[in-house]
């Protein structure tokens, strides 16, 4: 199957420091990414819909200025959790989507943020 | 809105035992369906999936899951589980054009030897 690569896998940084988090298709073009957060023995909630060149479409209760996307190429999009917060402490999940009309899903390997 | 339920959220079984996980969805339409399953430690894999024609589908694993369009299900079964198999495992569904696949809150499996 495709390869979706997440990097980093693990960050820790301080209250108020922002943090990236790179997502990669490393065989496929990638046209559409999406953002997902999973709480502790939680499901996934999708987050934002990333489309490459264009603006991303966030999920209803999600700050568009707190998580911010950016989907540069065909190959990555990127996610910046600004100020973060003990709060925004979360396992954050990419995919990616190869055909528009399965809707099948690729993952990342995830990376867990912890704000301390 | 479309929604995704998965009924149980805990399962136990001893090696051997069969199994079968419930998923019902909400919508009416043409949908594709999934199930991803979480290793400890590791990111979702597919497990399975329904997009057309045979409704009962063969995933990895001996798992399979038989789609009945009259119930809004999509149950996922094994016949005899392995430690292996221990788990979580969501259901998702991506509804006709619409544009993301909506997960299940997720079965946790533990199987013991």
């Known amino acids: 199957g495709a390869v979706v690569s997440q990097h980093p896998s693990r960050v820790i940084c301080k209250s108020g420091t922002s943090v990236k988090i790179e997502c990669r298709s490393l065989?496929?073009?990638?046209?559409?990414m999406f953002w997902y957060r999973q709480f502790p023995k939680q499901s996934l909630m999708l987050m934002a819909t990333?489309?490459?060149?264009?603006?991303?479409?966030?999920e209803q209760g999600v700050e568009k200025d707190k998580f911010l996307i950016n989907h540069a190429s065909l190959t990555l999009s990127t996610l910046t959790v600004t100020s973060a917060h003990p709060e925004d402490s979360s396992f954050y999940i990419c995919?990616?989507?190869?055909?528009?009309?399965?809707?099948?899903?690729?993952f990342g390997e995830g990376s867990r943020l912890t704000v301390l | 809105a479309q929604s995704v339920s998965q009924h149980n959220h805990h399962v136990i079984l001893s090696e051997a035992a069969s199994l079968e996980l419930g998923c019902n969805y909400s919508?009416?339409?043409?949908?594709?369906l999934f199930w991803y399953v979480q290793y400890p430690g590791q990111h979702l894999q597919l497990l399975l999936k329904?997009?057309?024609?045979?409704?009962l589908v063969k995933g990895i694993k001996g798992f399979e899951a038989e789609f009945i369009k009259s119930k809004f299900s999509f149950n996922l079964r094994k016949p005899s589980v392995q430690w292996s198999d221990t788990a979580e495992y969501f259901c998702?569904?991506?509804?006709?054009?619409?544009?993301?696949?909506?997960f299940g809150a997720g079965t946790r499996l533990a199987v013991h030897p």
């Open positions: 995919s990616a989507r190869v055909t528009r009309e399965t809707g099948e899903l690729f």
């Open positions: 065989d496929f073009q990638a046209t559409t």
């Open positions: 990333s489309n490459e060149g264009s603006k991303a479409t966030y």
């Open positions: 919508y009416g339409g043409t949908v594709n």
């Open positions: 329904y997009f057309s024609g045979d409704p």
């Open positions: 998702a569904v991506n509804a006709g054009g619409y544009n993301k696949l909506i």
